[in-house]
């Protein structure tokens, strides 16, 4: 990705220190934090400084590696108790525990050095993987499209291209003209600020529009296609994805518009049945009630929106039944939902 003239990814590692782009900040403040350990990359997810599912797995993989910095072989405790932690911040994205289970393997085998490796590796991974998607996902946009989206699961979403939006990316960058309608995504405005500001900065034309407004909208004005990401998908296709998804999916269905998942095969958990057995992360209510922005004077500030004394519910994420995803796109081509479980074999997992 190219900000300011300037290339960066989302997560990257440098002198044995995680190096991140601080989400929370944008798209009014660009901020690089520094992890140099385990618990500040924990903390760094929880607190979702880096969120998206490859992203996630991406900072998860490089933490793992921290883990096995002093290794002492006689004593793996350490190591183990990282794991446990990092695996404990946020239990939706199925990158996460895909990223520790290698990494962890790796440092068990050959210490600091394979672990940092193999972490290196799976962050570039995740960019082939961005950039396979884009290619295989550009094939189904044609020219004079009006695609909607919603989260964010782009450049900031993995470690460059993203999953959703690399075949948009691809498109416009093959000259076709392109409109994306990016839906909010309440509570946290993943899609209003981040999405919007990728789009901004790729030169696409694009309009936010509120959750609320997406029946609206498909009922309405053209819509040629919905694509959206995913943190995990189940062996029938079931996926979870940011919450709001699945109302799309079933509007998609109702006005007959395809409904595409943009993912790597590392977000599929080849040990899930389906979507009723996908851990579901509920957040602090305080995302529902309050919201965070600046203010005219450009400082950071957070206001209160909901009744004082109402509380609230935070699922931050839902499940698109299979049987409402058109076709997964994925980093080795399309795939359909029923074909998932016959993968397995073929993912060596
Ligand atoms: O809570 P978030 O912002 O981490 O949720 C992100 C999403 O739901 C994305 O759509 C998903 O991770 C797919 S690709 C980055």
């Known amino acids: 990705m190219r900000v300011q003239g300037i290339d960066y990814r989302t997560v990257w590692i440098k002198n044995d220190t995680i ?39 991406a900072l998860a993989g490089y933490a ?38 290698k990494v962890w393997t790796a440092g068990m085998e050959g ?5 940092k490796e193999t972490a290196e590796m799976l962050a570039e991974e995740n960019i082939a ?25 782009g450049w900031l979403g993995f470690v460059d291209w993203g999953s959703a939006l690399a075949p948009i990316y691809m498109a416009h960058r093959k000259g076709k003209k392109i409109f994306v309608y ?3 995504t309440r509570p946290r405005l993943q899609g209003a600020r981040l999405t919007a500001w990728e789009l901004t900065n790729e ?8 959750d609320g407004a997406s029946a609206f909208i498909m009922q309405n004005n053209k819509v040629d296609a919905i694509i959206t990401g995913a943190d995990r998908i189940a062996l029938n296709g079931d996926t979870a994805n940011k919450i709001g998804t699945l109302d799309k999916a079933i509007l998609a269905h109702h006005y007959g518009i395809p409904f595409y998942v943009a993912a790597p095969l590392s977000t599929i958990d080849f040990n899930c049945p389906d979507g009723t057995k996908i851990p579901i992360e509920q957040r602090e209510e305080a995302e529902v009630l309050f ?30 039944p299979g049987n409402l995803i058109n076709l997964f796109i994925t980093s080795q081509g399309f795939i359909k939902p029923e074909v998932i479980s016959s993968l397995k074999e073929k993912c060596h997992v």
Not at 34 to 43: G, R
Not at 111 to 115: E, I
């Open 111 to 115: 210490g600091y050095r394979k672990a």
């Open 203 to 210: 030169g696409i034309p694009h309009a936010i529009i509120s």
């Open 64 to 101: 793992m590696a921290l883990a096995f910095k002093n290794l002492n072989i006689n004593n793996i405790d350490p190591p183990r108790e990282a794991k446990r932690k990092i695996e404990a911040t946020r239990p939706t994205a199925r990158n996460l525990f895909y990223a520790t289970e």
């Open 182 to 184: 990016v839906s909010e």
């Open 129 to 153: 993987e961005g950039r396979a998607i884009a290619e295989y996902g550009e094939s189904l946009i044609p020219d004079e499209c009006h695609i909607m989206t919603h989260c964010n699961a």
């Open 19 to 57: 190096k991140i782009i601080n989400q929370n900040r944008l798209p009014f403040a660009f901020e690089i934090l520094d992890l140099p350990d385990v618990d500040s990359a924990c903390e760094a997810i929880v607190r979702m400084h880096v969120r998206g599912a490859g992203a996630i797995g």
């Open 291 to 320: 919201a965070n922005g600046i203010n005219q004077e450009g400082h950071f500030v957070s206001v209160r929106l909901a009744s004082p004394g109402s509380s609230a519910i935070n699922p931050a994420f839902d499940v698109t």
